[in-house]
């Protein structure tokens, strides 16, 4: 079964950056599309990032376009989630998703779609 790490998470200023980690074990079928969610306390689970199996195609929510940036390194069963110019509102659990059944060149945003999902890191971007 394939298990999900995340890390990388912590406190930071507004305008700092983070990079965060999902390391996959377990992969015995191909390697999966990846997503990265968040969620607050009170509120769903929502979709920030995702990348593809084959071609690095990427999505982002729009919340975060032009601030995030995701790319996975397939030697290291990694994922990563490049946080730049934080702002309070990126405070949350980050949660990784791997969807092992998407069209190879495509991913998901969607919570539905993940087969399986890590512990979360917290992110905190507080003055």
């Known amino acids: 079964q394939l298990q999900l790490v995340e890390s990388g998470g912590g406190l930071v200023q507004p305008g700092e950056s983070l990079r965060l980690s999902c390391t996959a074990s377990g992969i015995t079928l191909g390697y999966p599309s990846f997503g990265w969610f968040r969620q607050v306390p009170g509120k769903e689970r929502e979709g920030v990032s995702c990348?593809?199996?084959?071609?690095?195609?990427?999505d982002y929510a729009d919340s975060v376009k032009g601030r995030f940036s995701v790319s996975r390194d397939d030697a290291k069963n990694t994922v990563y989630l490049q946080m730049n110019n934080l702002a309070p509102e990126d405070t949350a659990i980050y949660y990784c998703g791997a969807d092992e059944g998407r069209q190879p060149r495509a991913c998901s945003l969607s919570v539905a779609s993940m087969h399986s999902w890590g512990k979360g890191t917290q992110v905190t971007v507080s003055s």
């Open positions: 990348i593809s199996r084959i071609g690095g195609n990427t």
